[in-house]
């Protein structure tokens, strides 16, 4: 039997939320509804969705101060919904810790895909898959990877990551000393051709590093800048 999935739609226009509803209705999803961010931060936190779609620009409490306060307690999947001209408003929704965003106006098959391909790469963050014996880990010094659990221990501490931080630690940990730049980055962990702000991959990096280093520096240390180029993972980072 399949596992019900739960999605939250947040925004205040009712002719978009209804629009994605019947859209994601028919995958069989469960639905519910907030037309403002103060509603919708307290659904967030006391129910467990599968992903929430999330509005920017919204009366009141807008979708980076909802995504920045469902952080301290979720890392539930956020796409975030935005305007054409709000660029600078979307880096400042990855830093808060947006897993993806789509652009107005947008396609309703778009969000579909997109919230189809969020959901797979978060759908093993909670259970192991049965009957594996031989588990995918990664094992470092100071940092394991478990990837069959989507679990990530920094000095035998569990590290709480969104799914797109997990991703891109997953990437880099998997490709010890090899460098990627930016674009690569991009298209590997974002999973489709992205036209979005280089300044993604920095924000993710940040964020990745800083939770690392609550637990361990030296863990931390291991995702080392390349300037003038991109990313590495050091595995003899000591």
């Avoid at 919708?40 to 999330?54: F, G, T, V």
């Avoid at 947008?106 to 009957?131: C, H, N, T, Y």
């Avoid at 630690?169 to 489709?192: C, I």
Wanted: glycine share 6%; hydrophobic share 35%.
């Amino acid at each position: 039997m399949e596992q019900q999935v739960n999605i939250l739609i947040v925004d205040d226009e009712d002719r978009i939320r209804r629009l994605l509803r019947m859209y994601l209705e028919r995958e069989n999803y469960v639905i519910d509804e907030a037309e403002n961010g103060v509603e919708a931060l307290e659904m967030a936190l006391n129910n467990d969705y599968n992903c929430i779609l999330l509005d920017l620009m919204m009366p009141g409490k807008d979708g980076i101060e909802v995504c920045n306060e469902l952080r301290e307690h979720k890392n539930t999947p956020v796409i975030m919904l935005t305007a054409k001209g709000e660029e600078s408003n979307r880096v400042q929704g990855f830093e808060v810790g947006t897993d993806d965003y789509i652009v107005k106006p947008f396609s309703p098959r778009e969000v579909v895909l997109r919230v189809k391909a969020l959901l797979r790469r978060s759908s093993q963050s909670d259970f192991p898959r049965p009957g594996t014996s031989a588990r995918d880990i990664i094992v470092y010094p100071h940092l394991s990877i478990d990837h069959d659990a989507h679990r990530v221990t920094a000095n035998g501490q569990e590290v709480n990551l969104t799914p797109k931080e997990y991703e891109l630690l997953h990437f880099l940990a998997k490709s010890p000393d090899k460098v990627f730049d930016r674009e690569q980055l991009l298209k590997e962990v974002w999973q489709y051709e992205f036209f979005g702000d280089l300044r993604t991959v920095d924000t993710h990096v940040k964020r990745l590093r800083e939770k690392l280093n609550r637990v361990s520096e030296k863990a931390a240390g291991m995702i080392v800048t390349v300037w003038g180029v991109g990313y590495k993972f050091e595995a003899g980072n000591e």
